[in-house]
């Protein structure tokens, strides 16, 4: 299969905790790509890294790429409770369509 | 405001009783492409449309139409639907180069039940 495979599927931390999320593929990539979705609505874009980069930030957010293993991860730093949401992984390996994981759940408590 | 509208957000019908899901975006996007989400499953493409009048299948594109005549919208077209069609279905929408590998922006999506 093309799609990515996040791991975990289930992730409960305190506030201020670290979240990491992890997403493995087979494939080669153009680009990765990872969403946010609160329960039951639209997803929301939060990075794109290329297959040429390796890290990327955007404030608590910091995404890896290991274009060797075959696998990227998503940190969110200093948790709090308006993180918790499902979190994707998308990977484009055409130029036309984007292959979206299953996604990790992620619940911060207060 | 930027964004992608989806209607209706809910829709409950019975089998075989042909449905449309209206989907439009206000930032002059070229490529559109439908989703649907099921548990465990995570977002299976049904179509995508690099430009007006161009249209491909994604993964899953038995049982449904689409049509794009003009840039702004992306209708999906349910001709018979089945109980298997029940499910959460995003409208996304990107950039201006007709390719996917930009962000995507999405709907809020519409909720189906087939009976």
């Known amino acids: 299969s093309q799609q990515g495979e996040e791991d975990p599927q289930a992730l409960s931390i305190q506030e201020g905790e670290n979240a990491t999320m992890n997403c493995s593929y087979k494939?080669?990539?153009?680009?990765l790509q990872w969403y946010r979705q609160n329960s039951g609505r639209g997803l929301v874009h939060l990075i794109l890294?290329?297959?040429?980069?390796r890290e990327k930030h955007s404030g608590r957010l910091r995404v890896t790429l290991d274009t060797s293993k075959k696998s990227s991860s998503l940190l969110i730093t200093a948790s709090r409770a308006a993180d918790t949401a499902s979190y994707f992984c998308a990977l484009l390996t055409g130029y036309n369509k984007l292959i979206f994981g299953a996604g990790t759940r992620l619940a911060v408590h207060p | 405001e930027a964004q992608v509208t989806q209607n209706p957000r809910y829709l409950i019908t019975v089998t075989g009783k042909k449905l449309t899901v209206t989907c439009s975006q206000n930032?002059?996007?070229?490529?559109m492409s439908w989703y649907r989400q099921d548990p465990g499953l995570g977002l299976r493409q049904i179509y995508y449309?690099?430009?007006?009048?161009?249209?491909d299948k994604g993964d899953v594109p038995e049982g449904y139409k689409v049509s794009r005549k003009e840039k702004r919208n992306f209708p999906l077209i349910l001709e018979s639907p089945s109980p298997n069609q029940t499910s959460l279905y995003f409208c996304?929408?990107?950039?201006?180069?007709?390719?996917?590998?930009?962000?995507?922006?999405f709907g809020p999506g519409t909720r189906l039940l087939v009976l």
């Open positions: 930032m002059n996007h070229e490529y």
């Open positions: 449309s690099m430009n007006v009048e161009v249209t």
């Open positions: 996304a929408s990107s950039g201006t180069s007709g390719r996917a590998w930009e962000t995507q922006y």
């Open positions: 890294i290329r297959s040429n980069e």
């Open positions: 494939t080669s990539i153009n680009n």
